[in-house]
């Protein structure tokens, strides 16, 4: 029985390159190895820790600007709220002041994430991503409770709203400020491989919308409907809750080591697809934080020399790298079937091995 385990010098990271599938076969490989010689690229772990730390430093500007552009909206819907008395302009405004606030657990995170690993940390500090998911969604939590409350207490206690022009233009600010952090925070969340980032954006541009309702509000004040205000309210609060639910379970699922099965079903076809491998065994995947580590059994020819055997190990890596989007490391076993008549090399393992 062989083992590699696949050293971070083969390590490519992120890639842009598509699942080598039966559809593509020859012509995919044939511009692998093209791509090879126009643009080497080197396997040296430098590199590799390198590319984490630009995709660190580039998440931190676009956190550190949407802040910004977030904590200038906030100031001027609050000040239209003090002097207008809007609870769904207020609503909207504790939302985007929150929404800026989350961007101090991930900046966070990704500092942490700048750390090498070490002897405790044997993985690094990835999953510091994951506990400032938690953090996020306590915020967006208290942010959707103290909306409501708000709310409800003007819907108990009316009350006319003042400068209803002045807050549909704090609703119109709200949506133009939500909707540019959202593409800024989508674009540079996809493209460095943090998915914290990319929900941080698509809160941001719910948050947008929730803004265009407080235009709602002003309206039906404006028609002498003094519920209006408190009702948006309440609506924008219940738009809070749906994000709230979609954050939390998007969150569950990376503290759950939870991947898309699209992954692990490409992954499987690229081992499938090397040549020497005539199976492939147990296949695991988890996130840390925003690149994924993979474990792989594959079968082999157990005529193979240790050798051989490791330098399949290391094309199935390879291909792996290449096929998976935002996978860093992969440990690859090699394994063979039992001779005829023969014990199975894994017996003696049997009892120590739990289900999956």
Known sequence: MAEHQAPEAHSHGPSPHAAHGSRHG??????????????????????????????????LRTLWLSVAVLGATAVAQAAVVAVSGSVALLGDTVHN???????????????????????????????????AGVVIVAVIAASAALAGYEAVARLLDPREVDHLGAVAAAGLVGFAGNEWVARYRIRTGRRIGSAALVADGLHARTDGFTSLA?????????????????????????????VLRDAAREVLRRLMDGVDPEL??????????????????????????????????????????????HRLAVRAEHALLHSV??????TVHTDHAPEDGGEDPHGTLAHHHGPG
């Open 26 to 59: 020859r012509w995919a490989r044939l511009r692998h190895r093209v791509a090879h010689l126009a643009v080497p690229h080197s396997h040296e772990p430098s590199d590799k820790v390198d590319g984490a730390l630009e995709g660190s430093r580039e998440g």
């Open 97 to 131: 002041a929150a929404d800026a606030l989350t961007a101090v657990p991930l900046a966070i995170a990704f500092l942490l994430g700048r750390r090498a690993a070490n002897q405790r940390y044997t993985y690094g500090y990835g999953r510091a991503e994951d506990l």
């Open 214 to 242: 407080v235009l709602l509000g002003a309206g039906g004040s404006a028609l002498g409907w003094r519920q209006a205000d408190p009702l948006v309210g309440l609506l924008i609060t219940a738009a809070i809750a749906l």
């Open 264 to 309: 692990v079903a490409t992954a499987r076809r690229t081992l499938a697809a090397v040549d020497g491998v005539r199976g492939v065994g147990r296949l695991r995947m988890r996130w840390t934080g925003h690149t994924l580590r993979a474990e792989a059994e594959i079968v082999v020819d157990g005529r193979l020399t240790v050798v051989a055997a």
């Open 325 to 330: 989007p935002r996978l860093a490391a992969v």
